[in-house]
């Protein structure tokens, strides 16, 4: 069955940085469009950015484009996001997901379990 495990958050003072990563399982993963998404308490689940499978393009959302960057590894079956100069509204449960690079969650075939990213003031 597919597998998306995120790995790489935790705690970090607001200007720092994280790199997340999330490694694919089941699936073909060369072929499969990825995206992180985000979701704080009390907040609907918001789009981060995505990757394209056959191109490679990217795609972000507007206020994170310029300290959020995507990248994938088809090697390793990896996508990652690094995240730069963290400030604390970027606090959230980040999530992998695969199927496509939509801003629409409900555009996504497979999740990960998420993980916590904690920044602090």
């Known amino acids: 069955q597919v597998q998306l495990v995120e790995s790489g958050g935790g705690l970090v003072q607001a200007g720092g940085s994280l790199r997340l990563s999330c490694a694919a399982s089941?699936?073909?993963?060369?072929?499969?469009?990825m995206g992180w998404f985000r979701q704080a308490p009390g907040k609907e689940r918001e789009f981060v950015a995505g990757i394209r499978w056959s191109s490679g393009r990217t795609v972000y959302a507007g206020s994170l484009e310029g300290r959020f960057t995507i990248s994938r590894d088809n090697a390793k079956n990896t996508v990652s996001l690094q995240m730069n100069n963290l400030k604390p509204e970027d606090s959230a449960v980040y999530y992998c997901?695969?199927?496509?690079?939509?801003?629409?969650?409900?555009?996504?075939?497979?999740w990960g379990q998420g993980i916590q990213v904690t920044v602090s003031s």
């Open positions: 997901a695969a199927g496509s690079i939509s801003s629409r969650p409900s555009d996504y075939a497979y």
């Open positions: 089941g699936l073909t993963f060369s072929s499969v469009s």
